[in-house]
């Protein structure tokens, strides 16, 4: 069974960092690209990050471009995702998800966490 | 922001066919595949419907999807109350900014 646990969300004021992380377990890791979508508190899905199976090929929404830096470790079969200089824009529950293929290129996601949420205030 | 667009709600009655647009471009539902899923409250999206209308295991046969030009549809037959939910479609976009785009969503309720 595949599972996806999220962590590290939290209350962080604004300009300040926080790491989250994903656990993954019941399939091949380093096989998929996996990717971060967030969902801010009662709107839609937004697409905030991915990376291929061997890290060659990352992605970032031109939201949170410069400011956030996506990372797997396929050894811990864990993705991370690093949010610096947060703004109260960022707030939202943040999900990790499985790509279909190895691949940042045109299949979607399979599977999704639980989500952790980020609330940025002051 | 999301570049797909769906319409708010949706709704109907227990045993009916209820039926969500999607409407998108040239850049992804009209050169990509067509994705959707159901999140039901207070938790995570679940996939629904891949690759225009492929479902994944698990998911019945209630639950189709078809694709036309830049635009693509979810239909739902014999509508269930455990249906009620918000539905979102998906695409893979080939503009390099935004490559992964998301409809605006549906909330769909049983009567």
């Known amino acids: 069974e595949v599972q996806l646990v999220e962590s590290g969300g939290g209350l962080v004021q604004p300009g300040r960092s926080l790491r989250l992380s994903c656990a993954a377990s019941g399939f091949t890791f380093d096989d998929y690209a996996m990717h971060w979508v967030r969902q801010a508190p009662g709107k839609g899905l937004e697409w905030v990050s991915g990376?291929?199976?061997?890290?060659?090929?990352?992605g970032y929404a031109d939201s949170v471009k410069g400011r956030f830096t996506i990372s797997r470790d396929n050894a811990k079969n864990s993705l991370y995702l690093q949010m610096n200089s947060l703004r109260a824009e960022d707030t939202a529950l943040y999900y990790c998800a499985k790509d279909m293929q190895g691949a940042v290129a045109g299949t979607l996601f399979d599977y999704w966490g639980q989500g952790t949420l980020v609330t940025v205030s002051s | 922001q999301s570049v797909l667009t769906q319409p708010p709600s949706a709704s109907g009655t227990p045993g009916q066919r209820v039926t969500i647009s999607c409407s998108g471009s040239s850049s992804n539902i009209g050169s990509n595949y067509v994705y959707w899923y159901q999140q039901l409250p207070g938790t995570a999206p679940k996939l629904l419907i891949y690759r225009n209308n492929q479902r994944p295991s698990g998911v019945p046969d209630r639950f189709s999807g078809s694709k036309s030009g830049t635009s693509a549809s979810l239909a739902i037959s014999g509508l269930r109350s455990e249906d009620e939910a918000d539905y979102y479609c998906?695409?893979?976009?080939?503009?390099?900014?935004?490559?992964?785009?998301f409809g605006t969503g549906t909330k769909v309720t049983v009567l």
């Open positions: 998906a695409a893979w976009d080939d503009s390099l900014s935004v490559p992964y785009v």
């Open positions: 990376i291929s199976w061997n890290s060659g090929s990352i």
